[in-house]
């Protein structure tokens, strides 16, 4: 458990974590991590086994620990298909049953992947009321630490709460030979943290929400470090994937010890869900979830630098105003890197901003022009000031 007081209304934070470690040759620390497991089922797909699976398999085999282990195929979704297929298999599906007895189940679920690895064990995890921990292979996403799980049912796209892993495992060996858009995707979803945070602040203002300071400010920190480094990305260094990883678990532990992920996201990634959904929807393979992070963060911040030039509200200019230097920052990374922007309809893009204000009751730039009338004016000027950037 990490614990600390704060001066927040909350006034303390916990977060029901045991540990992480982000470092070159982590993963031969997973026996550590482990002792006091005595049966751990470990949960991949093709890919990631071949990355990392075959490593953990082995050191679970050697410590005596592993008591199932489940493949799953290439490139799952976080759907029906998949849960279900950890959660009939979390156990040998063939076992005689004890008719006097629940099922035999593992202590420990052992996850090695990333986005979707992560969050269907995480669900399974907490609907079946035993702990998971992750051993990361890529760097693409923020929702290591997180407690809800972005799920595809009942044809939409939502998080469900769920719970936290025990213990993070990254070795930065393995994850900076990540496919290259992958480590775009992750740099891209921290970037989002500047409207999340931005979105997170207006909700306080004009909304009356919960606010940390110093959670938020610790988030902002950590983006910054992950932008001041990230040209470094092209060398696959090792220093830089380190501190994406380290602003994951910053964000992470910031919904943790909040119980929501207002530290992590705000309009910005619910038009990216937006994007996911329709993909899937219409049979395709939806894009990396941070370069859609991306470009909405990007088509967010423009939306909010209209704002500045347009609101006669001093308080909210100078609020806006504390992040304009960020959004240019993130802009000339965009183009300097050639980050992929995976939505260029002009079309899709506004339809997908208007469907973001039905998709979670969460207070942020989308409601606050909603509310005056002003939201399909700036959907509309906001998304081709950005394709014409495209």
Not at 297 to 313: G, H
Request: net charge negative.
């Amino acid at each position: 458990m990490i614990s600390f007081r704060c001066d927040c209304t909350l006034g303390e934070h916990k977060a029901p974590v045991d540990g992480y470690v982000i470092e070159s040759g982590a993963i031969n620390k997973v026996s550590q991590f482990v002792e006091k497991y005595s049966k751990v089922c470990m949960i991949c797909d093709e890919t990631t086994y071949q990355v990392a699976g075959n490593k953990v398999e082995a050191i679970l085999n050697n410590t005596g620990k592993l008591y199932s282990k489940v493949v799953l195929p290439k490139n799952p979704l976080p759907n029906y298909e998949t849960i279900g297929n950890i959660l009939v298999h979390v156990t040998n599906p063939k076992n005689e049953s004890d008719i006097f007895e629940y099922s035999p189940l593992p202590d420990l679920i052992l996850a090695v992947g990333s986005g979707t690895i992560n969050d269907s064990c995480r669900l399974v995890s907490y609907r079946i009321g035993i702990p998971y921990s992750i051993v990361c292979t890529a760097p693409s996403m923020d929702g290591y630490l997180s407690a809800g799980s972005p799920t595809l049912f009942d044809n939409t796209k939502a998080t469900i709460k769920a719970t936290t892993p025990k213990f993070v495992i990254a070795d930065t060996e393995i994850m900076k030979d990540a496919p290259w858009d992958m480590l775009l995707a992750g740099i891209g979803d921290m970037f989002g943290k500047y409207t999340g945070i931005l979105d997170w602040e207006l909700a306080r203002d004009y909304n009356q929400d919960y606010y940390c300071n110093k959670i938020a400010n610790d988030v902002i920190d950590a983006t910054n470090k992950c932008l001041e480094l990230g040209y470094e990305m092209k060398n696959r260094s090792a220093h830089c994937i380190k501190s994406i990883m380290e602003g994951f678990v910053v964000t992470g532990l910031g919904m943790a010890y909040t119980g929501n992920s207002r530290p992590a996201s705000g309009a910005e990634h619910i038009v990216a869900h937006a994007w996911e959904l329709e993909d899937v929807q219409n049979g395709e393979k939806p894009n990396l979830h941070g370069l859609e992070v991306c470009e909405g963060t990007r088509l967010i911040a423009e939306m909010y630098m209209m704002l500045l030039e347009r609101t006669d509200d001093q308080h909210l200019k100078d609020l806006i105003s504390k992040y304009v230097p960020y959004f240019k920052k993130v802009e000339e990374y965009c183009v300097k890197m050639n980050v992929p922007s995976p939505v260029k309809d002009a079309n899709r893009i506004k339809k997908s901003i208007l469907k973001a204000l039905t998709m979670r009751d969460r207070y942020t730039i989308l409601f606050y022009l909603n509310d005056r009338g002003l939201l399909e004016e700036y959907a509309n000027e906001a998304t081709d000031r950005l394709v014409n950037r495209l």
